[in-house]
Nanobody, 121 residues
Framework: QVQLQESGPGLVKASQTLSLTCTVS??????????WSWIRQPPGKGLEWIGY???????YFSPSLKSRTSISRDTSKNQFTLQLSSVIPEDPAVYYC?????????????WGQGTLVYVSS
């Protein structure tokens, strides 16, 4: 069974870069056709999909966050990393990593527990 665990700082200063890593166990991030996504949930709001890295290494991001987002991976560590630059007051949220045969909705069948990130001014 695939398990995911997010890690990273819980507090980021505004205008700096948020970096979160997802460590995957019980499966490989190079598993054929799998997508590895980042999703967030701001306080009191719904889930917002941020982007994914495909097993092939290709990436795709939400148009609203594309200019500030990158996702990379370290296949030797079975990890993938989100970087969100120029952090703004709207970025505090619980950040989740997830994986599955698709990149949204029910196709994401393995989720991390989430990590809460605050932004300081």
């Amino acid at each position: 069974q695939v398990q995911l665990q997010e890690s990273g700082p819980g507090l980021v200063k505004a205008s700096q870069t948020l970096s979160l890593t997802c460590t995957v166990s019980g499966g490989s991030i190079t598993t054929n056709s799998y997508y590895w996504s980042w999703i967030r949930q701001p306080p009191g709001k719904g889930l917002e999909w941020i982007g994914y890295i495909h097993y092939s290494g290709s990436t795709y991001f939400s148009p609203s966050l594309k200019s500030r987002t990158s996702i990379s991976r370290d296949t030797s560590k079975n990890q993938f990393t989100l970087q969100l630059s120029s952090v703004i007051p709207e970025d505090p949220a619980v950040y989740y990593c997830a994986g599955g045969a698709g990149w949204v909705g029910d196709a994401l069948d393995a989720w991390g527990q989430g990590t809460l990130v605050y932004v300081s001014s």
